[in-house]
């Protein structure tokens, strides 16, 4: 059983910062990649900032010059900072992970999701 468990979410000042992280356990042969989505009421989840199978890091044209994804190959986990933080930025964060359990196909998982709040 795989599990993505999420932390760093909270409440903070337009131009503060948050670092958020995210953990896979279980029995994990390969991520192929791994990153943040969000989502507020009414809209689609977003891509926010992703490792790609292929080496790559995309970016949410909001997030770029803010946020920085990185990782612990170690310990299966990612790290969202975000930094210059705005009142737009306020939703629901997960952790995506495309992985391959030991002795069974690729498949998507996610987190249960933190909520970033940015208000003064």
């Known amino acids: 059983q795989v599990q993505l468990v999420e932390s760093g979410g909270g409440l903070v000042q337009p131009g503060g910062s948050l670092r958020l992280s995210c953990a896979a356990s279980?029995?994990?042969?390969?991520?192929?990649?791994m990153g943040w989505y969000r989502q507020t009421p009414g809209k689609q989840r977003e891509l926010v900032a992703a490792f790609t199978a292929g080496g790559s890091t995309n970016y949410a044209d909001s997030a770029k010059e803010r946020f920085t994804l990185s990782r612990d190959n170690a310990k299966n986990t990612v790290y969202l900072q975000m930094n210059s933080l705005k009142p737009e930025d306020t939703a629901v964060y997960y952790c995506?992970?495309?992985?391959?359990?030991?002795?069974?196909?690729?498949?998507?998982?996610w987190g249960q999701g933190t909520q970033v709040t940015v208000s003064s």
């Open positions: 279980g029995s994990i042969f390969r991520i192929y990649g």
């Open positions: 995506s992970a495309d992985l391959q359990q030991l002795g069974a196909g690729l498949r998507s998982y």
